[in-house]
């Protein structure tokens, strides 16, 4: 059964950081690209950030510059560093992988 959990979302002011992490399972994690997406209030999904295999990485430009997605082979895990948060990253946060596997979700709340 693959699985995979998010975790690491919470409330932060505008300007701090926060690091998600997403644990995979059920799956040779080595393999595939992984996937950060969000989800805003009242919104569509929109894709963050995407790492591929071999570690080469990819972000969207509203966040480019400001997150850094990484993956640890060995622990079947992939990490979202999220600096210089803004109102705007306010959101449900979802790993997947390749788009095929989701997690439930973390939110992640920027506001003063």
């Known amino acids: 059964e693959v699985q995979v959990v998010e975790s690491g979302g919470g409330l932060v002011q505008p300007g701090g950081s926060l690091r998600l992490s997403c644990a995979a399972s059920?799956?040779?994690?080595?393999?595939?690209?992984m996937n950060w997406v969000r989800q805003a209030p009242g919104k569509g999904h929109a894709w963050v950030s995407y790492?591929?295999?071999?570690?080469?990485?990819y972000y969207a430009d509203s966040v480019k510059g400001r997150f850094t997605i990484s993956r640890d082979n060995a622990m079947s895990a992939v990490y979202l560093q999220m600096n210089s948060l803004k109102p705007e990253d306010t959101a449900v946060y979802y790993c997947s992988i390749g788009f095929d596997y989701w997690g439930q979700g973390t939110l992640v709340t920027v506001s003063s």
């Open positions: 059920g799956v040779t994690f080595s393999s595939y690209g």
């Open positions: 790492i591929n295999s071999g570690g080469t990485t």
